[in-house]
Protein backbone atom coordinates (compact mmCIF):
# COMPACT_ATOMS: atom_id res chain seq x y z
CA UNK A 1 0.00 0.00 0.00
CA UNK A 2 1.45 3.61 -0.89
CA UNK A 3 1.40 6.67 -0.08
CA UNK A 4 -2.32 7.74 0.73
CA UNK A 5 -1.49 11.69 1.37
CA UNK A 6 1.08 14.01 1.85
CA UNK A 7 0.75 14.46 5.63
CA UNK A 8 -0.03 11.93 8.01
CA UNK A 9 -3.03 13.92 9.36
CA UNK A 10 -4.60 13.37 5.81
CA UNK A 11 -3.38 9.70 5.46
CA UNK A 12 -4.95 9.08 8.35
CA UNK A 13 -8.55 10.38 7.33
CA UNK A 14 -11.85 8.79 5.93
CA UNK A 15 -11.94 8.69 2.27
CA UNK A 16 -15.69 7.87 1.02
CA UNK A 17 -16.25 5.96 -2.39
CA UNK A 18 -19.91 7.75 -2.44
CA UNK A 19 -20.22 8.68 -6.04
CA UNK A 20 -21.25 12.24 -7.25
CA UNK A 21 -22.01 13.10 -10.54
CA UNK A 22 -19.09 13.47 -13.02
CA UNK A 23 -17.91 17.44 -13.09
CA UNK A 24 -15.56 19.84 -14.84
CA UNK A 25 -14.74 22.92 -13.34
CA UNK A 26 -16.16 24.82 -11.11
CA UNK A 27 -16.26 22.54 -8.15
CA UNK A 28 -14.65 23.04 -4.75
CA UNK A 29 -12.79 19.64 -4.32
CA UNK A 30 -12.62 20.15 -0.36
CA UNK A 31 -16.67 20.79 0.05
CA UNK A 32 -16.65 17.96 -2.56
CA UNK A 33 -14.37 15.60 -0.62
CA UNK A 34 -16.42 16.26 2.85
CA UNK A 35 -20.21 16.24 1.35
CA UNK A 36 -18.93 12.32 -0.30
CA UNK A 37 -17.53 11.20 3.13
CA UNK A 38 -21.08 11.66 4.30
CA UNK A 39 -22.51 9.58 1.78
CA UNK A 40 -24.00 12.95 -0.04
CA UNK A 41 -24.19 13.76 -3.87
CA UNK A 42 -22.60 17.27 -5.07
CA UNK A 43 -25.17 19.96 -6.26
CA UNK A 44 -24.00 18.83 -9.66
CA UNK A 45 -25.67 16.76 -12.29
CA UNK A 46 -25.04 15.28 -15.81
CA UNK A 47 -27.67 17.12 -17.97
CA UNK A 48 -28.86 15.94 -21.43
CA UNK A 49 -30.48 19.01 -23.84
CA UNK A 50 -31.98 17.92 -26.73
CA UNK A 51 -33.73 20.22 -29.51
CA UNK A 52 -36.21 20.73 -31.69
CA UNK A 53 -37.89 23.70 -33.65
CA UNK A 54 -41.03 25.39 -35.27
CA UNK A 55 -41.51 27.48 -38.31
CA UNK A 56 -38.20 27.96 -38.59
CA UNK A 57 -37.35 30.23 -42.25
CA UNK A 58 -37.28 28.65 -45.17
CA UNK A 59 -33.73 29.50 -46.96
CA UNK A 60 -33.91 27.48 -49.76
CA UNK A 61 -35.44 28.07 -53.06
CA UNK A 62 -36.26 24.43 -54.27
CA UNK A 63 -36.39 22.47 -50.97
CA UNK A 64 -36.75 23.20 -47.17
CA UNK A 65 -34.07 24.19 -44.92
CA UNK A 66 -32.01 21.75 -43.61
CA UNK A 67 -31.13 22.94 -39.94
CA UNK A 68 -28.43 22.62 -37.55
CA UNK A 69 -27.99 23.60 -33.80
CA UNK A 70 -24.46 24.73 -32.83
CA UNK A 71 -24.23 25.23 -28.88
CA UNK A 72 -22.01 27.69 -27.13
CA UNK A 73 -20.92 28.75 -23.49
CA UNK A 74 -20.84 32.42 -22.50
CA UNK A 75 -17.93 32.44 -19.89
CA UNK A 76 -18.42 35.22 -17.50
CA UNK A 77 -15.45 37.25 -19.05
CA UNK A 78 -17.88 37.55 -22.58
CA UNK A 79 -16.02 34.87 -24.41
CA UNK A 80 -17.76 32.20 -25.86
CA UNK A 81 -16.97 28.56 -27.13
CA UNK A 82 -18.16 26.33 -29.36
CA UNK A 83 -18.85 22.84 -27.48
CA UNK A 84 -21.78 21.14 -29.64
CA UNK A 85 -23.04 20.39 -33.18
CA UNK A 86 -26.43 18.13 -33.76
CA UNK A 87 -27.09 16.35 -36.79
CA UNK A 88 -28.37 18.33 -40.11
CA UNK A 89 -32.03 17.11 -40.41
CA UNK A 90 -32.70 17.59 -44.22
CA UNK A 91 -35.78 19.20 -45.75
CA UNK A 92 -37.56 20.44 -42.66
CA UNK A 93 -38.75 23.74 -41.33
CA UNK A 94 -39.98 21.59 -38.16
CA UNK A 95 -37.03 19.58 -37.08
CA UNK A 96 -36.48 17.25 -34.29
CA UNK A 97 -32.30 16.69 -33.69
CA UNK A 98 -31.32 13.24 -32.46
CA UNK A 99 -27.92 13.92 -31.62
CA UNK A 100 -28.14 15.07 -27.18
CA UNK A 101 -25.66 17.85 -25.48
CA UNK A 102 -24.81 16.59 -22.12
CA UNK A 103 -23.26 19.47 -20.31
CA UNK A 104 -23.03 18.76 -15.96
CA UNK A 105 -25.48 21.72 -14.26
CA UNK A 106 -23.88 23.30 -11.72
CA UNK A 107 -26.12 24.77 -8.96
CA UNK A 108 -24.03 27.31 -8.04
CA UNK A 109 -22.90 28.88 -11.30
CA UNK A 110 -24.43 30.93 -13.62
CA UNK A 111 -24.01 28.91 -17.16
CA UNK A 112 -24.86 30.70 -20.04
CA UNK A 113 -25.66 29.08 -23.35
CA UNK A 114 -26.47 30.58 -26.54
CA UNK A 115 -27.75 28.46 -29.60
CA UNK A 116 -27.74 29.06 -33.18
CA UNK A 117 -29.36 27.47 -35.70
CA UNK A 118 -27.86 27.29 -39.58
CA UNK A 119 -29.38 26.20 -42.60
CA UNK A 120 -26.44 24.07 -43.95
CA UNK A 121 -26.21 24.75 -47.99
CA UNK A 122 -26.68 21.20 -50.22
CA UNK A 123 -22.95 21.06 -51.06
CA UNK A 124 -21.66 20.40 -48.16
CA UNK A 125 -24.36 17.55 -47.13
CA UNK A 126 -21.54 15.53 -47.69
CA UNK A 127 -18.77 17.14 -44.87
CA UNK A 128 -18.49 15.89 -42.18
CA UNK A 129 -20.30 17.58 -39.52
CA UNK A 130 -17.64 19.19 -36.97
CA UNK A 131 -15.78 20.01 -40.59
CA UNK A 132 -18.32 22.64 -41.68
CA UNK A 133 -17.48 26.30 -41.95
CA UNK A 134 -20.35 27.84 -39.87
CA UNK A 135 -19.91 31.24 -41.91
CA UNK A 136 -20.31 29.75 -45.23
CA UNK A 137 -23.60 28.36 -43.62
CA UNK A 138 -26.76 31.10 -43.23
CA UNK A 139 -28.28 31.56 -40.19
CA UNK A 140 -31.73 30.46 -39.05
CA UNK A 141 -31.83 32.39 -36.05
CA UNK A 142 -30.37 32.30 -32.60
CA UNK A 143 -31.64 32.66 -28.88
CA UNK A 144 -29.79 32.60 -25.28
CA UNK A 145 -30.65 31.51 -21.99
CA UNK A 146 -29.08 29.90 -18.68
CA UNK A 147 -28.90 26.04 -18.11
CA UNK A 148 -31.10 27.44 -14.47
CA UNK A 149 -33.67 28.63 -16.47
CA UNK A 150 -34.39 25.24 -18.63
CA UNK A 151 -34.37 22.95 -15.39
CA UNK A 152 -36.51 24.90 -13.40
CA UNK A 153 -39.23 24.89 -15.92
CA UNK A 154 -42.31 22.06 -14.79
CA UNK A 155 -41.28 19.83 -17.67
CA UNK A 156 -37.60 21.07 -17.93
CA UNK A 157 -38.54 22.42 -21.13
CA UNK A 158 -37.70 25.79 -22.32
CA UNK A 159 -38.92 27.35 -25.59
CA UNK A 160 -37.01 30.64 -27.02
CA UNK A 161 -37.89 33.02 -30.08
CA UNK A 162 -35.22 32.87 -32.42
CA UNK A 163 -33.80 36.31 -33.67
CA UNK A 164 -31.49 37.59 -36.38
CA UNK A 165 -28.36 38.58 -34.57
CA UNK A 166 -28.55 42.44 -36.70
CA UNK A 167 -32.56 42.77 -36.04
CA UNK A 168 -31.40 41.61 -32.00
CA UNK A 169 -29.10 44.19 -31.84
CA UNK A 170 -31.13 47.21 -33.70
CA UNK A 171 -34.77 46.24 -33.72
CA UNK A 172 -37.37 45.80 -31.43
CA UNK A 173 -39.80 44.14 -34.25
CA UNK A 174 -37.46 41.43 -35.30
CA UNK A 175 -38.82 39.03 -38.30
CA UNK A 176 -39.83 36.15 -37.01
CA UNK A 177 -37.41 33.72 -37.10
CA UNK A 178 -39.36 30.11 -35.45
CA UNK A 179 -38.99 28.67 -32.28
CA UNK A 180 -36.13 26.87 -30.55
CA UNK A 181 -37.32 24.03 -27.78
CA UNK A 182 -34.65 23.28 -25.34
CA UNK A 183 -35.36 20.21 -23.48
CA UNK A 184 -33.38 18.93 -19.95
CA UNK A 185 -33.22 15.45 -18.94
CA UNK A 186 -30.94 14.49 -15.61
CA UNK A 187 -28.47 11.79 -16.77
CA UNK A 188 -29.91 8.82 -14.49
CA UNK A 189 -27.57 6.61 -12.89
CA UNK A 190 -28.10 4.50 -9.61
CA UNK A 191 -28.87 6.87 -6.55
CA UNK A 192 -28.79 3.76 -4.37
CA UNK A 193 -26.06 4.20 -1.67
CA UNK A 194 -24.93 1.50 1.08
CA UNK A 195 -24.56 2.59 4.70
CA UNK A 196 -21.94 0.25 6.09
CA UNK A 197 -20.35 -0.07 9.60
CA UNK A 198 -17.85 -2.40 9.30
CA UNK A 199 -15.34 -3.61 12.57
CA UNK A 200 -12.69 -6.67 12.96
CA UNK A 201 -11.81 -8.89 15.43
CA UNK A 202 -8.59 -10.68 17.12
CA UNK A 203 -6.29 -8.52 14.44
CA UNK A 204 -2.69 -9.51 14.48
CA UNK A 205 -0.77 -7.15 15.67
CA UNK A 206 2.17 -5.80 13.21
CA UNK A 207 3.48 -3.27 15.73
CA UNK A 208 6.55 -3.87 17.85
CA UNK A 209 5.73 -2.08 20.98
CA UNK A 210 2.39 -1.67 20.82
CA UNK A 211 -1.21 -2.56 18.94
CA UNK A 212 -2.10 -1.96 15.51
CA UNK A 213 -3.71 1.31 13.92
CA UNK A 214 -5.98 -0.29 11.28
CA UNK A 215 -7.89 0.75 8.77
CA UNK A 216 -9.64 -0.40 5.97
CA UNK A 217 -9.23 0.16 1.81
CA UNK A 218 -12.15 -0.89 -0.19
CA UNK A 219 -11.26 -1.50 -3.52
CA UNK A 220 -13.26 -2.80 -6.72
CA UNK A 221 -12.13 -5.31 -9.49
CA UNK A 222 -12.03 -4.65 -12.94
CA UNK A 223 -12.01 -6.82 -16.34
CA UNK A 224 -8.48 -6.81 -15.96
CA UNK A 225 -7.83 -7.56 -13.25
CA UNK A 226 -6.41 -4.74 -11.54
CA UNK A 227 -8.05 -3.36 -8.38
CA UNK A 228 -9.54 0.14 -7.34
CA UNK A 229 -9.31 1.63 -4.63
CA UNK A 230 -13.25 3.72 -4.02
CA UNK A 231 -13.13 3.86 -0.24
CA UNK A 232 -10.85 4.26 2.52
CA UNK A 233 -11.84 4.08 6.53
CA UNK A 234 -10.35 6.41 9.13
CA UNK A 235 -7.01 4.74 11.36
CA UNK A 236 -7.70 3.65 14.56
CA UNK A 237 -4.75 3.82 16.79
CA UNK A 238 -3.98 1.11 18.46
CA UNK A 239 -7.02 -1.14 18.80
CA UNK A 240 -7.21 -5.02 17.69
CA UNK A 241 -11.02 -4.92 17.47
CA UNK A 242 -11.69 -1.39 15.35
CA UNK A 243 -15.07 -0.96 14.82
CA UNK A 244 -14.82 2.34 11.66
CA UNK A 245 -17.15 5.14 11.42
CA UNK A 246 -19.98 4.49 8.32
CA UNK A 247 -18.86 4.18 4.49
CA UNK A 248 -20.98 4.94 1.98
CA UNK A 249 -20.77 3.20 -1.05
CA UNK A 250 -22.74 4.13 -4.71
CA UNK A 251 -24.06 1.15 -5.71
CA UNK A 252 -23.33 2.31 -9.49
CA UNK A 253 -19.51 3.16 -8.48
CA UNK A 254 -18.82 -0.53 -7.91
CA UNK A 255 -20.27 -1.67 -11.05
CA UNK A 256 -23.49 -4.09 -8.95
CA UNK A 257 -24.27 -5.19 -5.67
CA UNK A 258 -22.72 -8.92 -7.29
CA UNK A 259 -19.74 -6.91 -8.34
CA UNK A 260 -16.20 -8.29 -6.28
CA UNK A 261 -15.04 -6.04 -4.03
CA UNK A 262 -11.68 -6.49 -2.41
CA UNK A 263 -11.46 -5.25 1.21
CA UNK A 264 -8.02 -4.78 2.87
CA UNK A 265 -6.97 -4.05 6.17
CA UNK A 266 -3.80 -2.42 6.69
CA UNK A 267 -1.72 -0.87 9.47
CA UNK A 268 -1.09 2.44 9.35
CA UNK A 269 2.24 3.50 9.27
CA UNK A 270 3.65 7.29 8.65
CA UNK A 271 6.02 6.79 5.79
CA UNK A 272 3.35 6.04 4.21
CA UNK A 273 4.53 1.52 3.52
CA UNK A 274 1.53 0.78 5.96
CA UNK A 275 1.55 -3.26 6.26
CA UNK A 276 -1.27 -5.57 5.09
CA UNK A 277 -3.28 -7.47 8.02
CA UNK A 278 -5.29 -9.32 5.82
CA UNK A 279 -8.13 -9.07 3.47
CA UNK A 280 -11.19 -10.87 2.21
CA UNK A 281 -13.23 -10.40 -1.32
CA UNK A 282 -16.57 -10.10 -1.21
CA UNK A 283 -19.65 -8.30 -3.04
CA UNK A 284 -21.99 -6.03 -1.45
CA UNK A 285 -24.66 -8.49 -1.64
CA UNK A 286 -21.91 -11.04 0.24
CA UNK A 287 -21.52 -7.64 2.51
CA UNK A 288 -25.41 -7.61 3.11
CA UNK A 289 -25.32 -11.70 3.54
CA UNK A 290 -23.01 -11.33 6.14
CA UNK A 291 -25.03 -8.68 8.20
CA UNK A 292 -28.48 -10.52 8.43
CA UNK A 293 -26.74 -13.52 9.18
CA UNK A 294 -24.44 -12.05 12.00
CA UNK A 295 -21.52 -14.16 10.63
CA UNK A 296 -17.99 -12.88 10.45
CA UNK A 297 -15.52 -13.39 7.36
CA UNK A 298 -11.84 -14.94 7.90
CA UNK A 299 -9.35 -12.45 7.05
CA UNK A 300 -6.48 -13.84 4.64
CA UNK A 301 -3.19 -13.20 3.61
CA UNK A 302 -1.35 -13.99 0.96
CA UNK A 303 2.13 -15.46 1.89
CA UNK A 304 4.75 -16.71 -0.38
CA UNK A 305 4.93 -20.55 0.01
CA UNK A 306 8.17 -21.74 -2.24
CA UNK A 307 7.50 -19.66 -5.34
CA UNK A 308 3.83 -19.58 -5.00
CA UNK A 309 1.61 -17.35 -3.02
CA UNK A 310 -0.81 -19.39 -1.23
CA UNK A 311 -3.93 -17.40 1.06
CA UNK A 312 -3.21 -18.08 4.68
CA UNK A 313 -6.39 -18.05 6.80
CA UNK A 314 -6.14 -15.70 9.91
CA UNK A 315 -8.04 -15.69 13.14
CA UNK A 316 -9.05 -12.11 12.63
CA UNK A 317 -12.76 -11.86 11.27
CA UNK A 318 -14.64 -8.94 9.12
CA UNK A 319 -17.89 -8.17 10.47
CA UNK A 320 -20.93 -5.91 9.04
CA UNK A 321 -22.58 -4.01 11.91
CA UNK A 322 -24.76 -2.76 9.30
CA UNK A 323 -25.73 -2.28 5.76
CA UNK A 324 -28.83 -0.16 4.42
CA UNK A 325 -29.49 1.22 1.32
CA UNK A 326 -30.48 4.70 0.88
CA UNK A 327 -31.66 6.95 -1.97
CA UNK A 328 -29.58 9.28 -2.56
CA UNK A 329 -31.78 12.32 -4.07
CA UNK A 330 -30.19 14.55 -6.93
CA UNK A 331 -31.00 18.59 -6.26
CA UNK A 332 -32.81 18.09 -9.57
CA UNK A 333 -35.21 16.13 -8.55
CA UNK A 334 -35.82 17.95 -5.46
CA UNK A 335 -36.70 20.74 -7.98
CA UNK A 336 -38.48 18.61 -10.00
CA UNK A 337 -41.20 17.96 -7.10
CA UNK A 338 -41.87 21.59 -6.85
CA UNK A 339 -39.18 22.98 -3.90
CA UNK A 340 -38.41 26.74 -4.41
CA UNK A 341 -36.01 28.40 -2.92
CA UNK A 342 -36.41 31.74 -1.72
CA UNK A 343 -34.06 34.40 -0.58
CA UNK A 344 -33.59 36.65 2.29
CA UNK A 345 -31.20 39.53 2.87
CA UNK A 346 -30.34 41.44 6.03
CA UNK A 347 -27.43 44.30 5.45
CA UNK A 348 -25.04 45.61 8.16
CA UNK A 349 -25.47 49.46 9.11
CA UNK A 350 -23.81 49.86 11.75
CA UNK A 351 -21.24 53.42 11.84
CA UNK A 352 -18.23 50.81 11.79
CA UNK A 353 -18.73 50.63 8.30
CA UNK A 354 -17.77 54.14 7.96
CA UNK A 355 -19.47 57.24 6.70
CA UNK A 356 -21.36 56.10 3.05
CA UNK A 357 -20.40 59.46 1.82
CA UNK A 358 -16.39 58.74 2.09
CA UNK A 359 -14.43 56.31 -0.17
CA UNK A 360 -12.92 54.51 2.36
CA UNK A 361 -16.37 53.30 3.90
CA UNK A 362 -17.29 50.23 2.96
CA UNK A 363 -20.85 51.69 2.03
CA UNK A 364 -19.51 53.81 0.05
CA UNK A 365 -21.68 53.96 -3.45
CA UNK A 366 -18.62 54.50 -6.33
CA UNK A 367 -20.38 57.17 -8.88
CA UNK A 368 -18.70 55.25 -11.69
CA UNK A 369 -20.91 51.86 -11.19
CA UNK A 370 -18.25 49.75 -9.38
CA UNK A 371 -19.46 48.13 -7.00
CA UNK A 372 -18.68 48.12 -2.82
CA UNK A 373 -18.36 44.95 -1.68
CA UNK A 374 -21.91 44.78 -0.13
CA UNK A 375 -23.25 44.60 -3.46
CA UNK A 376 -21.29 42.24 -4.70
CA UNK A 377 -22.33 40.18 -2.04
CA UNK A 378 -25.61 40.79 -3.29
CA UNK A 379 -25.15 39.93 -6.40
CA UNK A 380 -23.41 37.38 -5.89
CA UNK A 381 -25.49 34.88 -4.08
CA UNK A 382 -28.48 36.66 -5.51
CA UNK A 383 -27.86 35.96 -9.20
CA UNK A 384 -27.73 31.91 -8.48
CA UNK A 385 -30.72 32.06 -6.44
CA UNK A 386 -33.43 33.75 -8.31
CA UNK A 387 -33.72 31.40 -11.08
CA UNK A 388 -35.23 29.14 -8.23
CA UNK A 389 -37.93 31.83 -6.60
CA UNK A 390 -40.74 31.83 -8.67
CA UNK A 391 -42.15 35.33 -7.74
CA UNK A 392 -38.66 37.12 -7.43
CA UNK A 393 -39.91 39.11 -4.22
CA UNK A 394 -36.91 39.02 -1.64
CA UNK A 395 -37.50 39.94 1.93
CA UNK A 396 -34.74 42.68 2.69
CA UNK A 397 -33.67 44.19 5.59
CA UNK A 398 -31.33 46.58 7.33
CA UNK A 399 -30.23 46.38 11.30
CA UNK A 400 -27.93 48.59 13.07
CA UNK A 401 -29.15 52.15 11.87
CA UNK A 402 -31.59 54.91 13.39
CA UNK A 403 -34.03 55.89 10.91
CA UNK A 404 -35.08 59.49 10.51
CA UNK A 405 -36.53 60.75 13.64
CA UNK A 406 -36.54 57.26 15.64
CA UNK A 407 -34.14 55.00 17.89
CA UNK A 408 -31.79 52.71 16.45
CA UNK A 409 -33.54 49.86 15.08
CA UNK A 410 -31.45 46.45 14.83
CA UNK A 411 -34.45 45.04 12.35
CA UNK A 412 -35.95 47.62 9.63
CA UNK A 413 -36.87 46.82 6.13
CA UNK A 414 -34.65 48.10 3.66
CA UNK A 415 -37.65 49.36 1.39
CA UNK A 416 -38.25 51.97 4.13
CA UNK A 417 -42.21 50.71 4.29
CA UNK A 418 -43.54 50.04 7.78
CA UNK A 419 -45.99 47.26 6.25
CA UNK A 420 -43.81 45.17 4.20
CA UNK A 421 -40.63 43.95 3.68
CA UNK A 422 -40.16 42.48 -0.17
CA UNK A 423 -38.54 43.54 -2.91
CA UNK A 424 -38.63 43.01 -6.69
CA UNK A 425 -35.45 40.88 -7.74
CA UNK A 426 -32.26 41.56 -6.99
CA UNK A 427 -32.50 45.45 -8.39
CA UNK A 428 -34.76 45.73 -5.98
CA UNK A 429 -32.52 44.90 -3.31
CA UNK A 430 -29.58 47.47 -4.46
CA UNK A 431 -31.79 50.01 -5.39
CA UNK A 432 -33.57 49.54 -1.48
CA UNK A 433 -29.93 49.44 -0.29
CA UNK A 434 -28.67 52.73 -2.07
CA UNK A 435 -31.61 54.61 -0.72
CA UNK A 436 -31.68 53.17 2.66
CA UNK A 437 -28.27 54.95 2.87
CA UNK A 438 -29.32 58.25 2.32
CA UNK A 439 -32.49 57.68 4.83
CA UNK A 440 -30.48 56.18 8.08
CA UNK A 441 -28.13 57.33 10.00
CA UNK A 442 -25.50 54.42 10.98
CA UNK A 443 -25.02 53.84 14.34
CA UNK A 444 -24.75 50.44 16.52
CA UNK A 445 -24.46 47.82 17.92
CA UNK A 446 -24.31 44.77 15.52
CA UNK A 447 -26.77 42.62 16.66
CA UNK A 448 -27.95 39.19 14.54
CA UNK A 449 -30.66 38.08 16.76
CA UNK A 450 -33.08 40.23 15.87
CA UNK A 451 -32.99 39.33 12.01
CA UNK A 452 -32.43 35.83 12.66
CA UNK A 453 -36.05 35.55 14.57
CA UNK A 454 -37.82 37.55 11.93
CA UNK A 455 -36.48 35.17 8.99
CA UNK A 456 -37.46 32.53 11.36
CA UNK A 457 -41.14 34.27 11.11
CA UNK A 458 -40.92 34.25 7.56
CA UNK A 459 -40.30 30.31 7.41
CA UNK A 460 -42.02 29.04 10.00
CA UNK A 461 -45.36 30.89 8.69
CA UNK A 462 -44.66 29.06 5.07
CA UNK A 463 -43.96 25.60 6.88
CA UNK A 464 -47.09 26.35 8.75
CA UNK A 465 -49.00 26.09 5.50
CA UNK A 466 -47.57 23.10 3.71
CA UNK A 467 -45.49 25.30 0.86
CA UNK A 468 -42.86 23.59 -0.55
CA UNK A 469 -39.98 26.42 0.04
CA UNK A 470 -36.72 26.95 1.46
CA UNK A 471 -34.85 29.16 2.55
CA UNK A 472 -31.56 31.02 3.06
CA UNK A 473 -30.54 34.22 4.15
CA UNK A 474 -28.14 36.48 3.73
CA UNK A 475 -26.59 38.53 6.63
CA UNK A 476 -23.72 40.92 5.21
CA UNK A 477 -21.78 42.52 8.05
CA UNK A 478 -18.29 44.34 8.52
CA UNK A 479 -18.17 43.16 12.38
CA UNK A 480 -18.04 41.23 15.64
CA UNK A 481 -21.46 40.46 17.06
CA UNK A 482 -21.83 41.85 20.36
CA UNK A 483 -25.10 39.50 21.33
CA UNK A 484 -23.59 36.31 20.52
CA UNK A 485 -25.78 34.03 23.04
CA UNK A 486 -28.81 35.63 22.06
CA UNK A 487 -27.85 34.91 18.08
CA UNK A 488 -26.88 31.60 19.58
CA UNK A 489 -30.50 31.05 21.13
CA UNK A 490 -32.25 32.51 17.88
CA UNK A 491 -29.94 29.54 15.41
CA UNK A 492 -31.51 27.04 17.84
CA UNK A 493 -34.53 27.75 17.45
CA UNK A 494 -34.65 28.30 14.01
CA UNK A 495 -32.52 24.77 13.30
CA UNK A 496 -35.98 23.02 12.96
CA UNK A 497 -37.30 25.43 10.24
CA UNK A 498 -36.68 25.22 6.44
CA UNK A 499 -33.74 27.66 7.22
CA UNK A 500 -30.51 28.19 5.84
CA UNK A 501 -28.09 31.72 7.13
CA UNK A 502 -25.23 32.39 5.05
CA UNK A 503 -23.10 34.97 6.54
CA UNK A 504 -20.49 37.46 4.55
CA UNK A 505 -17.83 39.16 6.52
CA UNK A 506 -16.85 42.27 4.57
CA UNK A 507 -13.50 44.34 5.55
CA UNK A 508 -10.62 43.43 7.62
CA UNK A 509 -12.61 43.02 10.89
CA UNK A 510 -11.31 39.71 13.07
CA UNK A 511 -14.56 37.13 12.27
CA UNK A 512 -13.42 34.58 14.65
CA UNK A 513 -16.90 34.57 16.69
CA UNK A 514 -18.24 33.90 13.48
CA UNK A 515 -16.32 30.76 13.33
CA UNK A 516 -18.27 30.24 16.04
CA UNK A 517 -21.59 30.22 14.77
CA UNK A 518 -20.75 28.21 11.89
CA UNK A 519 -20.44 25.01 13.65
CA UNK A 520 -18.11 23.16 10.74
CA UNK A 521 -16.16 21.64 13.46
CA UNK A 522 -18.87 19.21 14.72
CA UNK A 523 -19.74 21.23 18.13
CA UNK A 524 -23.72 21.69 18.00
CA UNK A 525 -24.80 25.24 19.01
CA UNK A 526 -26.13 25.48 22.39
CA UNK A 527 -29.05 27.96 23.56
CA UNK A 528 -29.65 29.57 27.39
CA UNK A 529 -31.68 27.03 27.97
CA UNK A 530 -29.45 23.99 27.59
CA UNK A 531 -31.18 22.60 24.23
CA UNK A 532 -28.80 21.58 21.01
CA UNK A 533 -29.35 22.39 17.81
CA UNK A 534 -31.04 19.93 15.77
CA UNK A 535 -28.54 20.78 12.59
CA UNK A 536 -26.54 23.51 11.70
CA UNK A 537 -27.85 26.08 9.67
CA UNK A 538 -25.19 28.51 9.69
CA UNK A 539 -21.77 29.21 6.79
CA UNK A 540 -19.76 31.91 7.31
CA UNK A 541 -16.93 33.08 4.44
CA UNK A 542 -14.58 35.81 4.87
CA UNK A 543 -15.45 37.75 1.44
CA UNK A 544 -12.18 39.19 1.55
CA UNK A 545 -11.55 34.84 0.83
CA UNK A 546 -13.42 34.84 -2.16
CA UNK A 547 -13.65 38.43 -3.91
CA UNK A 548 -11.61 37.34 -6.68
CA UNK A 549 -12.62 34.01 -7.31
CA UNK A 550 -17.00 34.58 -8.48
CA UNK A 551 -17.75 31.09 -7.99
CA UNK A 552 -15.67 30.17 -5.10
CA UNK A 553 -18.19 31.78 -2.35
CA UNK A 554 -21.62 30.10 -4.18
CA UNK A 555 -19.82 27.42 -4.94
CA UNK A 556 -18.49 25.88 -1.69
CA UNK A 557 -21.37 27.63 0.38
CA UNK A 558 -24.75 26.27 -1.71
CA UNK A 559 -23.25 22.56 -1.63
CA UNK A 560 -23.74 23.15 2.56
CA UNK A 561 -27.52 24.52 1.89
CA UNK A 562 -27.73 21.40 -0.27
CA UNK A 563 -27.01 19.38 2.87
CA UNK A 564 -29.00 21.04 4.80
CA UNK A 565 -31.88 20.99 2.44
CA UNK A 566 -31.39 17.12 2.85
CA UNK A 567 -32.03 16.80 5.80
CA UNK A 568 -28.64 15.69 7.08
Known sequence: MGNCCSDVGGGMAAVSGAASSAATGNQNDAVDMYLRSHGIHGLFSQIELSFSATSLRDRDVFSKSDPMVVVYIKERDGAINEVFRTEVVLNSLTPTWIAKYTITYHFEVVQNLLFKVFDVDTQYHNVEMKMLKLEEQQSLGEACCTLSEIVTKPNRSLTLDLIRREESVSSTHSQHCGKLTVHAEECFSSKSTADIILRCIDLESKDLFSKSDPFLVISKLVESGISIPVCKTEVLKNDHNPTWKPVFLNIQQVGSKDSPLVIECFNFNS?????????????????????????????????????????????????VDKFSETAQHSFLDYLAGGFELNFMVAIDFTASNGNPRLPDSLHYIDPSGRLNAYQKAIYGVGEVLQFYDADRRYPAWGFGARPIDGPVSHCFNLNGSSNYCEVQGIQGIMMAYTSALFNVSLAGPTLFGHVINRASVVACDSLSTGAKKYFVLL???????????????????????PLSILIVGVGGADFKEMEILDADKGERLESTTGCIASRDIVQFVPFRDVQNSPSCCCSSRFYYCFRIIRGV
Open 271 to 319: NGKHDLIGKVRKSLADLEKLHLGREGENLYLPTLVGHNYENKILNSKLL
Open 475 to 497: IITDGVITDLQETKDALVKASDL
